[in-house]
């Protein structure tokens, strides 16, 4: 008896314990064939997308206005150029050509300075005698020697083909200095006379005093000629 109780509530357990699986197993399809559902036209109708959020372009920078040049940048006046003061030049000394065959004028012959020293007789060659004209050639010879080293022939006159000679006249006070170099006779050229000037005036600057001369005033003349084949 008591097997066969035992036996009845086996079987009636085992017909619960399927019955409860057969609903278990029902409810698990309903689930998944409502998930499986195609979903409503309003629920996949997708929302509709918003706009990307506009981000505004950079501003193109404005090139940059020309700046005004300083106040201070002025362009100078009138009154401040520096003004150049124009010194006239020196005067040129022209030799005109000869066409009459007349001789240029010759400036006026320096005056010798009158002092105490000079005697107013000058010894010449020509009033000379003894030691004073053997001193007077001497000194004509120490002239002429240093003279020809300042020769010069004006470079005008070769090429216009001029020739002279012209007569210095050299005075010499009782100090042994040279008072006035003077043309004694023009070449007739105021150009060879000007370059004979210089030449014998330098000459005399440098020559040496003879001793039969010191403490006298006297004169001498030396001739110059400019002549085309001699040079």
Do not use: C
């Amino acid at each position: 008896m008591r097997y066969a109780l035992a036996a009845s509530l086996v079987l009636h357990l085992l017909v619960l314990w399927l019955g409860a699986l057969r609903v278990l197993t029902k409810d698990t399809h309903s689930v998944l064939l409502a998930t499986l559902h195609k979903p409503s036209l309003l629920a996949t109708k997708a929302a509709p997308s918003m706009p990307p959020h506009a981000v505004p372009p950079a501003p193109t920078p404005k090139p940059a206005a020309p700046t005004r040049a300083s106040s201070s940048l002025e362009r100078p006046k009138p009154d401040s150029v520096p003004q150049t003061l124009v010194l006239p030049a020196d005067p040129v000394l022209k030799s005109a050509p000869d066409s009459a065959g007349t001789a240029a004028a010759i400036p006026a012959p320096t005056p010798a300075l009158a002092t105490g020293s000079i005697s107013d007789a000058l010894v010449t060659e020509a009033s000379a005698s003894g030691e004073a004209a053997d001193g007077l050639r001497g000194y004509r010879l120490a002239v002429a020697t240093q003279a020809r080293r300042f020769k010069r022939y004006p470079s005008q006159a070769m090429a216009s083909g001029w020739e002279g000679s012209a007569d210095i006249r050299v005075e010499v006070g009782s100090d042994g200095r040279p008072r006035a170099v003077t043309v004694a006779r023009s070449s007739g050229r105021e150009m060879l006379d000007r370059a004979a000037l210089v030449m014998i005036d330098a000459g005399a600057l440098r020559a040496r005093l003879p001793d039969s001369l010191r403490g006298k005033a006297f004169a001498v003349v030396l001739p110059v000629v400019f002549n085309l084949e001699a040079e």
